[in-house]
């Protein structure tokens, strides 16, 4: 006994019980019950209900402002609550004619998976604490690694998202090229380290480089062509032109399947083998595109992404799955625990008595990681291939059919052909005058405006586009609920606000003189 501890004994009085977070099953089961029918609710209103509202920050927070009571809130106050949260106060990704940024819809048996997974609560940073959610994790990241091509020996994780993806990806290719033991001597041990990527890259390529001590200025940004595509020309000589100077330690190229703006693929196989040669991890950032793979119409635009080091991408973004899942696969599994692994002696665990398996903890930043994977892994099952396949070409062939539309109209002007299902397009006034000094301005500042407009009036929502100076309109379809009609209703929205807002904003200099 340690002395000045009190002896335990039966002067010591036994703690009661405290039930009070502990519900019994059929409490849990009446809540969830209730939760479900709001649910049902939102799915049989949600074509009626506008994609979002024109609200103001301070409008929703008091809104929903409640204060956290001292006793339980009664259940039929508590789920008014959430009724008003849920259709009164939300905006609605899942809603055919939302087609902005690229956010995906959110399966159906997506949302019950989650709910399972909430209960059960397992911790997927250890085997011994998620036997069942590991093995199945390993299963999702297997079938995408032959989805992609990858050999058996792949190895790779489900993320909260497309910037730990990449941010785990490129993590590791550092340490995996720089040619020194960085993990314990870190970046002063050798020369600055440099990756390279096209400048239409999404940026959390830049937020990569800036998390791991390197600067957002280590990212060689390469010129992109007429289809928004890395020159290749341009890749092989700025790594020609660093291995010249010698200053610095070429480590990584960062291939884009799917660029944020306009769906651009990169020429994958032309980069595989530039990495080949100059011993440079490649990796790809398919964070959009990348799933796209499955539609046999499509993939062979990714034809190379099989000889990737590392790919990023986003189960909810173009397989629909409710957020959040990240994937990322690493070609050579050890890679990711090399880069990875420590041993705090809290987790030991002699493996060979237990036989227990792969601890993802030591395979990525996170020790305590939520079930992730099972929203997608039932998803996947309850759909089947063959369904992603058909929805995902469908989606692509709304975006072709969106394009045809845009440039069958006098009042709308097509950035580029699509190349996924991103179709970027921008109003312009039939009577505005061409070649008239202000008019690109002009335009910019009236498509801008007409986004806004869009976004705040509720019957369609579409995100924009930058493209070499010139503000673009952009739909993104990644939503199974989308159709023809939903499309044809967004053009009809954007012409109709549009000449609303230029009848609003147009200088005089540039109104025509039969206006």
Known sequence: ???????????????????????????????????????QELLERLPELPVAGPWRDEEVRTALAREVPDGPMGEDELFEHLREMTLDWSMYPGHPRFMAYVSGTGTVPGGPADLLAAGLNMNLGGWRLSPSGTEIELQVVRWFADVFGLPQDAGGLMTSGGAMAN????????????????RNKGLGQGPPLVLYASDEVHVVTDRAADMMGL????????????????????LTEAIAQDRRAGDVKRFAVVASAGTVATGAVDDLEAIARICTAENLWFHVDGAYGA????????????????RADSIAFDPHKWLYVPHSAGCVLVRDGLHLILSWITAPAYTMEDKERTGHGTDFGSMGPQFSRGFQALKVWVS???????AYARRISHDARLARYMAARVEERE????????????????????ALPEGTDGREAYLNELNERIMTEIQLDGRAFCSNAVLKGRFFLRACIVNFRTEADDVDATLDVAAELGAKVDQELRPPDLRSADR
């Open 1 to 39: 006994m340690l002395q000045g501890m009190p002896a335990e004994g039966p002067s010591t009085p036994r703690p009661e019980p405290v039930t009070d977070l502990d519900w019994d099953p059929k409490r849990a089961r009446r809540f969830a019950d209730r939760t479900v029918d709001l649910w």
């Open 167 to 182: 941010f785990i990806a490129l993590k590791t290719a550092r340490d995996q090229k720089c040619g020194w033991d960085i």
């Open 215 to 234: 600067g957002v200025d280590a990212v060689r940004k390469i010129p992109t062509d007429d289809g928004f595509r890395m020159r290749i020309d341009l």
């Open 291 to 306: 799933p796209a793979v499955l539609a046999p119409d499509l993939k062979p635009q990714f034809a190379g992404i099989e």
């Open 380 to 386: 996947l099952l309850a759909h089947g291939r063959n």
């Open 411 to 430: 009042e709308f002007e097509l950035a580029l052909p699509v190349t996924l299902s991103i179709c970027c397009f921008r109003y312009v006034p039939p």
